[in-house]
């Protein structure tokens, strides 16, 4: 089979042997999402080598569960042992000995096949197409924060960035009545949402003194956080979305004398976000830029990186 495969040094598309197990459900790719973590992935970040992607569609074709054959899922990425104490504890996200697709010791989704253990298994509702089905694992992602972090309709919370997680952060946040502000450098990028009531603004125009209750870091970039205490109030809450392969120079001396928390946040409930979109609650198809052939993985990861690209993905459905 073909597949997008990084060695360390450069990422290209290799004939490769199709993935089997006795144990995983096998899915074959319909399409591959490419997120900011590949291309960081590509910089050096969490020392990955093998098949690249996370965010995914497709249908499973073997199965030790054969009622999974044949219908079309998405996938959680985190892949715990489910015996260790965090396992035990309902935390297998942060299972020690995990592996990740796409991501740590396990090769991902940007080929023809992969694996995926049948627990991590999310059948798709047919009303959503599978350019919406894609987003599952990011907007997953952004409601995360709802999951672990109350944000009443009487915060204001800012989301720093307007790519493609920005953009979802954003969607999510204002569904509980939040007044949400988006900060990017892409104002073409902030009609995609559609007519939800979220306010953009270039970080220059923030209100000199203006501070807001929750700040959510989605920039992809060391700067993302250090502006993000410029902006939250004492005792507020910075939420940490991004993942960047960079040295943070960071005065933390601020975070004491403010009383201000800062929390990571990380993967999400899949459920949740395929009901979101089942239900028309959030834009998912309005943030692709483009799709490209599998065999086009080098092209489509250049535009990737370009300023300003939203989404692309890779189609692996005609080899």
Same mark, same amino acid.
């Given at each position: ?8 040094? %450069? ?68 892949? &715990? ?17 995990? /592996?990740?697709?796409?991501?740590? +010791?396990? +090769? ?7 694996? $995926? ?35 009443? &309709? %009487? ?51 923030? &209100? ?21 205490? +410029? ?29 201000? %928390? ?23 198809? %309005? ?6 052939? $599998?065999?086009?993985?080098? +092209?489509?990861?250049? /535009? ?8 692309? $993905? ?6």
């Amino acid at each position: 089979m073909q597949a997008f495969v990084f060695d360390g040094q %450069s990422a290209q598309v290799k004939t490769v042997p199709k993935p089997t197990s006795a144990t995983e459900a096998l899915i074959r790719v319909h399409l591959a999402g490419i997120c900011t973590t590949d291309r960081e992935i590509l910089k050096g970040y969490g020392q990955f080598r093998g098949t690249l992607g996370h965010e995914f569609v497709g249908t499973v074709e073997a199965c030790p569960d054969p009622g999974w054959e044949g219908r079309r899922v998405v996938g959680e990425i985190n892949c &715990p042992c489910r015996s260790c104490t965090p396992c035990q504890n309902g935390d297998s996200i942060h299972c020690p000995s995990r /592996q990740v697709l796409g991501i740590h +010791d396990k +090769d991902g989704a940007m080929a023809e096949y992969c694996l $995926l253990p049948v627990a991590n298994l999310h059948e798709v509702p047919e009303t959503l197409s599978d350019r919406q089905a894609v987003f599952a694992e990011p907007l997953a992602a952004a409601v995360a924060i709802l999951q672990r972090i109350p944000i009443p &309709p %009487s915060q204001t919370v800012a989301v720093i960035g307007d790519g493609k997680l920005g953009l979802l952060v954003a969607q999510v946040l204002r569904l509980n009545g939040a007044h949400v502000l988006l900060i990017g450098r892409h104002p073409e990028k902030w009609t995609r949402m559609g007519n939800h009531a979220i306010e953009g603004m270039k970080p220059e125009e923030w &209100p000199t003194g203006q501070k807001v209750d929750r700040v959510v870091e989605c920039s992809g970039s060391p700067e993302g956080l250090r502006f993000a205490l +410029d902006l939250v109030r004492p005792r507020g809450k910075i939420i940490m979305k991004s993942t960047v392969h960079a040295s943070y120079i960071l005065d933390f001396s601020r975070l004491a004398l403010h009383e201000i %928390s800062l929390e990571g946040s990380r993967c999400g409930p899949f459920e949740p976000a395929l009901r979101l979109m089942s239900r028309g609650l959030i834009m998912v198809e %309005s943030l692709i830029d483009d799709v490209f052939a $599998l065999e086009q993985a080098r +092209d489509a990861l250049a /535009q990737a990186m370009k300023p300003g690209a939203l989404k692309i $993905l890779l189609d692996t459905k005609n080899h």
